[in-house]
């Protein structure tokens, strides 16, 4: 199937740890995307890259570091987790032209107690 | 000021019905491009429909249309002969510009449900 997948689907964590969320993308875009929705369903962007370099780059804290292999894959990093990171966290991708709409992956549900 | 703004945070319609969801946009760009999203509660985020600003006609894709009114900043989502399916929560978004990537700004949606 061509899609965007990310894993894990759920993740429960305690404060205070360090967890990953992965993404790949066999769409052959060239434009990926970390997303987050929180409790209110509101989605805001976080990073971008376009062929392994960053391009955008929400204000974010710095415990958020995205990674970028290759065009086809574009990790998440969170250290130091916190309450207020619970949310769902959406992957997507894309071309880089304006018109091209976003692909997302089906999520992962970030619940840190 | 909100960039995108959804006025409608739920909405009803009948089966078979026509219904209008309401987007408004803020931008002093001459080129960007208007999406919407549907969100089923299931959680994924489903690709409906596309305006660009400089396309002359209104998009369609299948039962999705959209009116837009550029002079009104307005890029409202027709669904006709609505099904049940449809219930979903709703989303306009906003690209601005024509670089740095298809950044999109995301309205607060529009929580969409579909009667017998």
């Known amino acids: 199937d061509t899609a965007v997948s990310q894993t894990p689907k759920y993740l429960v964590t305690q404060m205070g740890n360090d967890k990953s969320i992965k993404c790949e993308q066999n769409l052959g875009h060239d434009t990926m995307y970390w997303y987050k929705q929180d409790s209110k369903k509101f989605l805001k962007i976080m990073f971008s890259y376009n062929n392994k370099e960053l391009i955008i780059n929400e204000t974010v804290p710095n415990r958020f570091s995205p990674k970028s292999p290759d065009k086809a894959h574009l990790n998440l990093h969170i250290n130091s987790l916190e309450l207020g990171d619970s949310a769902v966290y959406f992957c997507a991708s894309s071309h880089l032209q304006g018109n091209s709409p976003l692909h997302f992956g089906n999520g992962t549900r970030l619940t840190v107690t | 000021a909100q960039k995108i703004t959804q006025t409608q945070p739920g909405m009803f319609v009948q089966e078979k019905e026509a ?39 209104n998009a369609t894709e299948g039962r999705y249309s959209l009116n837009f009114q550029k002079a009104r900043k307005s890029a409202n989502l027709v669904i006709s002969a609505s099904q049940l399916g449809d219930s979903a929560m709703y989303f306009c978004a906003m690209r601005e510009g024509t670089g740095g990537g298809n950044k999109l700004t995301f309205g607060t949606g529009t929580q969409l449900k579909v009667e017998l």
Not at chain 2, 25 to 54: A, N, V
Request: proline share 3%; hydrophobic share 25%.
């Open chain 2, 19 to 57: 219904v209008t969801l309401d987007c408004t946009y803020d931008t002093s760009d001459q080129s960007y491009g208007l999406f919407w999203y549907k969100q089923p509660s299931s959680g994924e985020m489903i690709f409906l429909i596309y305006q660009g600003s400089y396309d002359e006609q």
